[in-house]
């Protein structure tokens, strides 16, 4: 076997896994709202060499500013029942930092998903965003034209602060079961 990578994996066992075998990349939520790989994990595959595939780089599409509420969701939509994000009472917040999003993504004349996408690009990391459609993946595309200065990720950073987002990851059944 060649390649080696991991999903959802902690520093140690990183460190663990590397030194059996070289892991070639480690896979993990990463977004603008979701930046819990940024204290330990990040650095720690940085140090090693090892790559990093962020998934959920759209917040589920929550950050592409298409879904308004959570009744334009459909009622078997799992968004709806497994993350705590979608639920009402954190979801009007979450909006406020979509619309921050929103607001430089107008500025590039970009979508808000893509702005997403070229800030997780930005962090060195390959962002590997979900799709049904094929508008979604041309405009998913679209996020390699989006430039971002130093600048617009200030902005960024300072309109998304690490833990900004109002809710967990998962719902508690979910994290228990993923060891957490």
Do not use: C
Not at 34 to 54: D, H, M, N, Q, S
Not at 69 to 90: Q, T, V, Y
Not at 119 to 148: C, F, H, M, S
């Amino acid at each position: 076997m060649r390649y080696l990578g991991l999903s959802e994996a902690g520093p140690d066992t990183i460190r663990r896994a590397h030194e059996v075998h070289p892991i070639t990349a480690l896979q993990t939520e990463y977004s603008l709202w979701e930046r819990g790989v940024e204290e330990e994990i990040l650095p720690t595959v940085r140090e090693l060499g090892i790559g990093f595939v962020a998934y959920s780089p759209l917040g589920r599409g929550l950050l592409t500013g298409k879904i308004e509420k959570p009744e334009d969701l459909e009622e078997d939509d799992s968004r709806r029942r497994r993350f705590p994000r979608f639920e009402r009472e954190n979801f009007d917040a979450n909006m406020d930092l979509v619309r921050k999003a929103g607001e430089l993504a107008a500025e590039k004349e970009a979508t808000p998903g893509q702005i997403a996408l070229a800030w997780v690009a930005a962090q060195d990391a390959v962002p590997i965003p979900g799709t049904k459609r094929r508008k979604y993946l041309e405009e998913n595309v679209g996020a390699t034209d989006v430039e971002l200065s130093e600048d617009d990720l200030r902005r960024l950073a300072e309109a998304f602060p690490a833990g900004a987002a109002v809710g967990e990851r998962y719902a508690p059944e979910q994290m228990d079961a993923l060891g957490r």
